[in-house]
């Protein structure tokens, strides 16, 4: 797909500051797309949305189309009706700079449950028909989804490959059992749903309004403990039990002496491919409701990916198999028109991912941190990147700039310093924005730690852990008008305006 040269920041959700103890869709995300369109940024960059297991991981969620019910505004249920100020007056003391995601959870849930109540208590709510509407036009993924957080809960939270056979191998008999005993609680997490869509549609309308796009993430792999598995189990590699036979992840490299072992099944290509790929059909088309460009994580797993069998404890022992590749962008171009990807493919890229990228004229990554541990033609730098790209200093898995150019060798911080200007070492992270804002690259993005000039402490996540990751949050005076003008500068200067501004060069330092 052709895109228009624009610039964006990556912050997730939970990232946004507010009172309840996790960003939110709430005041606090309204004004972060007023400090977007003020400053002429075109692109909004989020993590996925989904609700989240163990560790938190937005790439482990429970399901590839559901939304997390922690980003649910309680303001605006108040507003509404659902909640009342009584409801909302007894909030814990929550970090100001991180998220407790235990103690959130907890508390969040308990009003969330007042709000479902309060719902079920007023036969005339002027929400009743669009819940049911919400239902009706979500059947496909709602009902499995719904059915599936119930039982997870009646067994406290343990993966579903550990409930009882019955419920494990989806008896038909027991499961409706259980939804007509449990009918309360299932229609409660579809609830859930509809209020987040509900506050989230209104925030993307309103992003888009200001010229604001959503730019948001598919991971190619789901997370074994989500509702896409147990329901589709035909769709995975797994045995009859349930089990997975084989894992994701990618071999020993320079990064790791190991590997990464993911732990996320793999899927059975074939059975997608019998069924015309629907369930990617469906995936890419919900996403695409909720955000306006997609990023495919792990791009090369479409390609070939890494099959490690499941018995094994490291990503050692394992094999690279074909993926579907264009049997399966055909199909999603064919059903959903032109493709609004970019194709993450960092790592190691062979010439069959390439092909598939330029096949379908997707932008692909370039990462400014990955720049200089090499040679002045590293695809990385700035003056070799193609048009047809995504610059970024990092993404959610590298450390901040800041603290990357305070660990870096000391061969890397003289080449960096070099090929920015020998800026101060204080200024060496706006230095590498401007670098990558300056490039030919269509879009260019980095992280609002990059923009606020943080330390390692602000690093959202540090792949092959599982603890302490995805827990930062921005502080609600932390953007100050002096960023908002350096920034609104840096996109006059490089043309890249949002398209809701009509600020050009000349004008902007005349006058």
Request: hydrophobic share 40%.
């Amino acid at each position: 797909m052709k895109f228009e040269r624009s610039s964006g920041i990556l912050l997730h959700i939970s990232s946004l500051p507010g009172k309840h103890g996790i960003g939110g869709l709430g005041k606090e995300a309204y004004q972060w797309v007023d400090f977007l369109y003020k400053s002429g940024t075109g692109l909004w960059q989020v993590l996925p949305l989904t609700p989240t297991g163990y560790g938190d991981s937005p790439y482990q969620g429970l399901s590839a189309f559901a939304g997390n019910p922690l980003f649910i505004d309680l303001d605006e249920l108040k507003r509404i009706k659902l909640l009342k100020a009584k409801d909302l007056a007894d909030c814990p003391h929550f970090p100001v700079s991180s998220v407790a995601f235990d103690r959130v959870r907890r508390w969040k849930r308990v009003r969330l449950e007042q709000a479902y109540a309060n719902f079920k208590a007023d036969p005339k709510s002027d929400l009743a028909g669009e819940f049911d509407q919400f239902k009706k036009d979500n059947t496909y993924w709602l009902e499995d989804f719904s059915l599936f957080m119930a039982l997870r809960e009646r067994f406290k939270l343990i993966s579903w490959s550990d409930w009882p056979a019955p419920y494990r191998l989806r008896d038909p008999q027991a499961l409706l059992d259980f939804e007509e005993e449990h009918s309360h609680e299932v229609e409660m997490q579809a609830f859930f749903q509809f209020l987040f869509f509900r506050q989230w549609a209104a925030l993307k309308a309103y992003a888009n309004q200001h010229g604001v796009r959503i730019v948001g993430d598919i991971p190619i792999f789901m997370g074994f403990d989500s509702a896409d598995v147990w329901a589709n189990p035909h769709l995975f590699m797994l045995d009859k039990e349930r089990r997975p036979t084989f894992m994701a992840g990618v071999p020993p490299d320079f990064f790791s002496k190991t590997g990464q072992l993911w732990g996320n099944p793999l899927y059975e290509w074939q059975e997608h491919k019998k069924e015309g790929y629907q369930w990617w059909i469906q995936r890419v088309a919900a996403t695409l409701k909720t955000v306006d460009i997609i990023r495919l994580d792990h791009f090369r797993g479409f390609a070939g990916y890494y099959k490690i069998p499941a018995w094994s404890k490291t990503a050692e022992v394992g094999e690279w198999v074909d993926g579907p590749g264009k049997s399966l962008f055909d199909v999603i171009e064919k059903e959903l028109g032109e493709l609004p990807f970019i194709a993450e493919d960092l790592g190691v890229i062979t010439p069959d991912v390439v092909e598939l990228r330029e096949r379908y004229h997707l932008p692909g990554m370039r990462l400014l941190q990955f720049a200089f541990w090499e040679n002045a033609d590293h695809e990385f730098l700035p003056h070799t990147y193609p048009v047809d790209c995504v610059a970024y200093t990092g993404t959610h898995d590298n450390d901040t700039t800041r603290s990357w150019f305070a660990h870096a060798p000391k061969h890397e911080q003289r080449f960096c310093l070099s090929y920015l200007g020998y800026p101060p070492q204080s200024r060496v992270v706006y230095a590498m924005l401007r670098g990558i804002w300056a490039s030919v690259a269509v879009f260019a993005i980095a992280s609002m730690q990059d923009f606020l000039n943080l330390d390692g402490y602000a690093r959202m996540n540090l792949p092959a852990t599982t603890a302490g990751n995805w827990r930062w949050r921005m502080k609600p005076d932390a953007v100050k008008a002096e960023l908002s003008t350096w920034l609104k500068e840096l996109n006059i200067t490089y043309n890249r305006v949002s398209p809701a501004q009509d600020w050009q060069a000349g004008k902007y330092f005349k006058g």
